[in-house]
């Protein structure tokens, strides 16, 4: 067998414990009782410390400098053979010391940070983020000379590979001008449209679960291959044959299910995607945060919330839940599903002030990362982003700095991709109106055919041959343009 | 580190994969979308191997040595490591290629065998259980020389320690010949009782649902630590700090689903009950499966269909159900559910007439391991010996010897734990009765506690820090003594 061969077959089997993982994370969240989660931690460390001691292996080292001397000549297998040499680089530059270390200090820290949420007290979990800060920013150190990249760019391309601060903080800052000028016009318009009339609750959950089911299977999500269940925080999990996504149910609140439903089946129609041919290898697995995001938000956003759809759903939603039909029809719809609206919560944010809630946190982990802000100047330095960005200043740590579990829980170099995935869905969307026509006479008949099989052919099926900007070159012939987003905006609140 | 501590650690790793592999097959059984078998197959066949190969190696035969050199003085920890020498002793002595082929040949018969037995067509798996039967006695023939067993027994060894033909056989003809006098007997008595009166269908699955959780609650399972879903083949799985069990619902037979819910919490509250300080040691493990089928049946055979017990949940079904209360009496109860009744499937068999079935088989098993039964001659080997035990000729081999997946599925030596857990509950319960005044008057009132009391201090907390005689011995003054089995059967069905 060739280096690259047993390299396939050693990548292979990761692969497979991974999927492991993946599988007792989801059970975790979503199955397990509560008795059951210190066992399951152990299960965990135990597989990810045997898959991150199989990576690191000096065999592997041996078989990926064997394998780059007679590199493969195949496209798809010589993209596998780099990406294969970035996780050993990414595995190895890390001491096995600090990956324990940060282990335990996220785990320690997330259970702080629950409790200091629910509390609205920072000082409560300052001095566990004061040590997670610390241990990342050894993490970034370390993978910095073995990347080539600045330590904030290498966490970065822990997320999004190839994707940094020189791509996307022009990007941002553009956005920022854009948004200044946008914003103020969308609310004027918004505020002499007719107001939304709220359709009558309770929505029961049965209902809501049944409904659920049946839009996403109208997305395309084969339920032979997937699982609907309830968890407290929304995911889409599993495996690309047996991918599991969650929501929870409020019976007072449709919306969030539904369209939560369809943001995570556009997850999972990635997964299920992927080329087959190179399951389990590097180059077969999704190309990133950033373009799982596009995945997601071109379903929830582009297309569940476009005019064609709206107009499909509405009478839907009615047999579904009764009441008067002045409610369900697509322009109160639209009213109810496409607001902007200035808050305090980047979950509950509006596609257009959405970007302002990460440009914040681009900028402070930045600056956490560049030891150019201390963890006990989080909170000032956040509200005062926020009251520049959107006019508004967080009443509490709770709705300010205290609210997403990412930083508390490790992950710096995360939060660009909401974004890059936001601007990516409407680009691809853009690209999938322009090459296939009728793609809204089919939303507007439930039909997501036409445009889950160019996504299929332009996207799921690439993998992770190319890198983002590649990707988005092949599949729209240029690298990620922002133009697409705001032109969408505009379209959508401003016209 | 000393060589046994290290070694502990060892073990607690394997364990810990072992959860894993619990958890994995678990959902595969309850949750899993078809589509998701092949990848899970890959998934626990991957950590199968890895298990195989950490308990396999050299390093530990070189601990094993040290450590048994300077054996430690607890008799916790002295038999912690002799059940790791007997671990690793039965995993080297079979070559990885002929682990491999068993499990190919297994998966591939028990898919054949799906087949044959919904058409009972026993030709259309003989070839595939005649490549079965090759390998199991190829790899008993393995373990026979590393054990210092006779082939047949090693393969008893692997479900129950230390227990083989010799302890085995002379039970089950004492036995025959008990049924012999006692089933005609037995079946004359019942004949001049009056009729049972079937209660009225349908039962809700909700109401069943509702009513197993109650009641296995009371039994002493903890739902924070414990799960109870449906899936076609109930069973008992997952971890000590978090067991699963399932079970399916009839809505035209409640019996079926209550009564095995209340015997896989028998297991669960086995797995519960292992010694916290000896967790993912061989030690702290139940101490076999004779012993953990003692433990599901003392609860539905001896506690659920006592007098007590049944005068408890009578009313309970009745405010269940609904329906006259002539139906809810404990003496119609008992009618339904302690009925002596010889049928073809040993899976609804009745407590008497059950070992007939397994002493069949585990005679035929020897024959077919021992080379002197054709598997093609398995059909008409089968329906004699039943006959010979029983009194019925099976109308086709679904009825007969198509009807369990054991041996299909490559399980040799399994079945007389069945029966030696029968007789061992009634030995326990026996020993209870003696031990603690007031259990019956406690079953009474539906509390459990002081019988399962009295299990966890003598049976689950004791782990496998002694065999199967030796738990019995300490825990009831002597060995497997069948006499209990057929003075509670006396008493029961014909007195």
Redesign the interface.
């Known amino acids: 067998m060739s280096a690259y061969e047993t390299l396939k077959s050693r990548f292979a089997?990761l692969a497979?414990?991974g999927?492991?993982q993946a599988?007792?994370g989801w059970?975790a969240s979503v199955?397990?009782?509560?008795?059951?989660g210190?066992?399951?931690g152990?299960?965990l460390a135990?597989?990810a410390g045997?898959a991150h001691q199989m990576l690191c292996a000096a065999e592997i080292g041996d078989l990926l400098a064997a394998a780059e001397a007679a590199p493969p000549a195949d496209g798809w297998d010589s993209a596998n053979l780099a990406l294969m040499r970035h996780a050993h680089t990414r595995a190895t530059a890390l001491p096995t010391d600090l990956v324990e270390a940060q282990s335990r200090a996220n785990s320690a820290c997330e259970k702080i940070w629950r409790d200091a949420r629910a509390k609205s007290d920072f000082s409560l979990v300052r001095t566990a983020l004061a040590e997670v800060v610390r241990l990342t920013r050894e993490a970034a150190a370390a993978l910095s000379p073995a990347l080539g990249l600045t330590p904030y760019d290498a966490l970065m391309d822990g997320f999004q590979r190839g994707i940094g601060v020189a791509d996307v903080a022009p990007i941002f800052t553009a956005y920022e001008a854009f948004l200044a000028e946008a914003l103020p016009r969308a609310l004027e318009i918004e505020a002499a449209l007719p107001p939304a009339i709220r359709p009558e609750r309770p929505f029961p959950a049965a209902t809501q679960e049944a409904l659920c089911r049946r839009l996403s299977a109208q997305v395309g999500l084969?339920?032979?291959?997937?699982?609907l269940d309830r968890s407290a925080h929304p995911f889409s999990g599993?495996?690309?044959?047996?991918v599991r996504i969650t929501t929870r149910y409020d019976e007072n609140d449709f919306t969030q299910s539904l369209l939560g439903v369809l943001h995570e089946t556009g997850h999972a129609m990635y997964e299920r995607g992927l080329p087959e041919a190179h399951a389990r290898q590097p180059v077969g697995e999704a190309a990133g945060m950033a373009a799982h995001e596009s995945q997601s938000l071109i379903v929830e956003m582009q297309a569940v919330r476009s005019d064609a759809f709206l107009s499909f759903v509405a009478p839907q939603l009615r047999a579904a839940f009764g009441g008067p039909e002045t409610v369900w029809t697509p322009d109160n719809l639209a009213r109810l599903w496409r607001r902007v609206k200035p808050g305090f919560i980047r979950v509950d944010a509006d596609e257009m002030t959405y970007p302002a809630h990460i440009i914040l946190r681009f900028r402070l982990e930045q600056a956490l990362i560049g030891g150019d802000l201390a963890v006990a100047d989080l909170p000032g330095a956040w509200n005062d982003g926020f009251a520049a960005l959107l006019g508004l200043t967080p009443p509490d740590d709770a709705r300010g700095c205290l609210q997403d579990i990412h930083w508390y829980d490790g992950a710096f170099g995360y939060f660009p991709s909401y974004s890059l995935g936001a601007m990516a869905a409407a680009q691809l969307m853009a690209a999938a109106r322009r090459a296939v026509p009728g793609i809204d006479a089919a939303l507007a008949r439930g039909d997501f055919a036409p445009l889950q099989s160019w996504l299929r052919a332009r996207v799921h099926s690439q993998g992770s041959r190319l890198g983002f900007n590649a990707l988005l070159t092949e599949a729209t012939g240029k690298p990620l343009d922002p133009a697409d987003f705001t032109a969408h905006l505009t379209a959508r609140y401003l016209a």
Do not use: F, K, V
């Not at 199955?31 to 059951?36: F, I, K, L, S, T």
């Not at 599993?238 to 047996?242: A, F, K, R, S, Y």
């Open positions: 089997r497979t414990i999927e492991a599988m007792l059970d199955m397990m009782p509560p008795g059951g210190a066992a399951r152990d299960q135990t597989l045997i084969d339920y032979a291959h997937a699982r599993g495996t690309p044959t047996d």
